[in-house]
T-cell receptor
Framework: GQQVMQIPQYQHVQEGEDFTTYCNSS?????IQWYKQRPGGHPVFLIQ?????EVKKQKRLTFQFGEAKKNSSLHITATQTTDVGTYFC????????????FGSGTQLTVLP | DAGVIQSPRHEVTEMGQEVTLRCKPI?????LFWYRQTMMRGLELLIY????????DSGMPEDRFSAKMPNASFSTLKIQPSEPRDSAVYFC????????????FGEGSWLTVV
């Protein structure tokens, strides 16, 4: 079955440093979504990427979908304490009727 | 607008007891999901419904778990009998039935089985 893997599992950064999490799928994806979950909270949708090689930006966040549509990344520039949380990618295999498969998440800690 | 509403928010129960978790999806959404989240296993899809019909329950751990959706605005996830290893956060989520639409999560039901 489809597997979606994320690395790293944990990341501690000093406030102001950059952060990147990577998502890799065992199958080609029709689209990929990114979610953020604050400690004690619930996952909240951030963005969806659909096109091969697509890059989208939200303020300090940059999202990229690989050319082969099997990987994706989320990069945060100059992290702030408000960026703390777990970032999940979620993807669905092309041609599959199955729903989104969530990655294991990257837990980001930002040290003031 | 009201989001996905779950109850109870927190429940502590003794092993062997029946647990019923409830969910009200966002009005107009016709897909509903039940997820379980633990430190060890992350976010797991248990079951999802389209137009109140269960489509895929392959994620349901075992026969102790059952889910129903009697109408478009209500779903339940039942565990009977509960076991300590069922302790987790159970999220309900909903979306419009389309592969690209965003999934909206409820705030979760935090279950502890002692």
């Amino acid at each position: 079955g489809q597997q979606v893997m994320q690395i790293p599992q944990y990341q501690h950064v000093q406030e102001g440093e950059d952060f990147t999490t990577y998502c890799n799928s065992s199958t080609t994806l029709s689209n990929i979504q990114w979610y953020k979950q604050r400690p004690g909270g619930h996952p909240v949708f951030l963005i969806q990427l659909v096109k091969s090689g697509e890059v989208k930006k939200q303020k300090r966040l940059t999202f990229q979908f690989g050319e082969a549509k099997k990987n994706s990344s989320l990069h945060i520039t100059a992290t702030q304490t408000t960026d703390v949380g777990t970032y999940f990618c979620a993807g669905r295999s092309s041609g599959s009727a199955r729903q989104l498969t969530f990655g294991s998440g990257t837990q980001l800690t930002v040290l003031p | 607008d009201a989001g996905v509403i779950q109850s109870p928010r927190h429940e502590v129960t003794e092993m062997g007891q029946e647990v019923t978790l409830r969910c009200k999806p966002i009005s107009g959404h016709n897909s509903l999901f039940w997820y379980r989240q633990t430190m060890m296993r992350g976010l797991e899809l248990l079951i999802y419904f389209n137009n109140n019909v269960p489509i895929d329950d392959s994620g349901m751990p075992e026969d102790r778990f059952s889910a129903k959706m009697p109408n478009a605005s209500f779903s339940t996830l039942k565990i009977q009998p509960s076991e300590p290893r069922d302790s987790a956060v159970y999220f309900c989520a909903s979306k419009l039935q389309n592969s690209g639409n965003t999934i909206y999560f409820g705030e979760g039901s935090w279950l502890t089985v002692v």
